[in-house]
């Protein structure tokens, strides 16, 4: 598979990762079994970064994926992970004392002496401004505790809040044809000053797979139904912020465009092609519940261009149904 430096990491990565969320909680039950196998699946398919975070299943997700590596370290991967959700999200939380402690726990859990990446889990936007923040993470990578740090955001504001500043390596942000935004100024910016862009929730939790519809029901312990509304986290990191039922018709219509394509690709795979050919993007991170589902979304990076007649179908799409409602919020 393609490969792109990842930002100020220097680190080359594959440009269709794995997001390792479902992995430990909040979309159903993944037995232990399972979720080793999906880490198999998607490294032979060519995937060489796992995303993860300290609080995915309270830490289940990085003592999987430390197994993992241990057990495969003749593989060069490359992992990153998120801190700052372990306490209450107020800015006086976010200093060295916690920030130590927290890469203590991600370095026990992964089993190594140096984390390649940390990220800010979605802090509370003054954060992002904070000289004191960024001294601290300075100091994490000047005693080897990280190697790297970067952002995960909520909004665009954000993205280019913590691009402007030197130590920032990526930035982690929603992207999908549902999300356009940051298409506008945050890529060209992370271009422009080497900072790599990590595009999360590319499928819009799952909606632009094309296989849901009106009557579908999650788990009571899925997040596509505690926290539709927002009710337990920002509501854009569930189906993007978009109302379900827009979305399923949305999704619907993205389905239709991906038949008229002149390749093969199920409407998922076209949409993490749509975000892969994007300038600026580094990679990609999808989540998987099975081999199979890995296999198939580390295809999506080796599908051919999407034509231009395509891409302004989809643009259409989103500025038609989606813009009003999406576009001013994140």
Not at 254 to 265: G, H, I, K, Q
Not at 279 to 302: D, F, K, L, M
């Amino acid at each position: 598979m393609e490969e792109r430096i990842l930002g100020r990491t220097e680190r080359p990565v594959s440009v269709v990762g794995l997001g390792t969320w479902q992995l430990g909680a909040d979309w159903g039950d993944v037995e232990e079994s399972d979720a080793l196998a999906v880490l198999d699946a998607a490294v032979e398919a060519g995937v060489t970064v796992f995303d993860t975070a300290d609080v995915y299943g309270d830490g289940r997700s990085e003592s999987l994926i430390g197994r993992y590596v241990a057990d495969h370290d003749d593989i060069d991967l490359t992992v990153a992970t998120k801190m700052g959700r372990r306490l209450d999200q107020v800015p006086e939380n976010y200093v060295l004392d916690n920030f130590r402690g927290w890469v203590d726990r991600s370095r026990r859990n992964l089993g190594v002496d140096q984390l390649d990446l940390v990220q800010l889990h979605c802090p509370p936007t003054a954060v992002f401004s904070s000289d004191e923040v960024y001294d601290a993470l300075d100091t994490l990578v000047e005693e080897g505790a990280i190697a790297a740090y970067g952002v995960s955001v909520e909004t665009c504001d954000e993205a280019l809040t913590a691009i402007s500043r030197r130590g920032t390596a990526t930035v982690q942000i929603i992207l999908n044809v549902f999300r356009r935004k940051p298409l506008d100024f945050v890529l060209p910016a992370a271009a422009e000053a080497g900072v790599g862009i990590i595009a999360r929730v590319p499928l819009a939790s799952g909606l632009l797979s094309g296989r849901y519809d009106e009557s579908t029901r999650f788990a009571a312990d899925d997040h596509r139904t505690y926290n539709r509304h927002g009710e337990a986290f920002d509501a854009g990191e569930t189906f993007s912020g978009v109302d379900y039922a827009t979305g399923v018709r949305a999704a619907q219509e993205f389905s239709r465009l991906v038949a008229d394509l002149p390749f093969e690709a199920t409407p998922a795979q076209a949409a993490l092609a749509w975000v892969v050919q994007q300038a600026g993007v580094t990679t990609v991170i999808p989540g998987a519940r099975s081999p199979e589902q890995a296999r198939a979304n580390a295809a999506a990076g080796e599908l051919p261009p999407l034509g231009d007649d395509f891409l302004a179908a989809v643009a259409d799409l989103y500025d038609r149904d989606l813009r009003e409602a999406v576009h001013p919020r994140w």
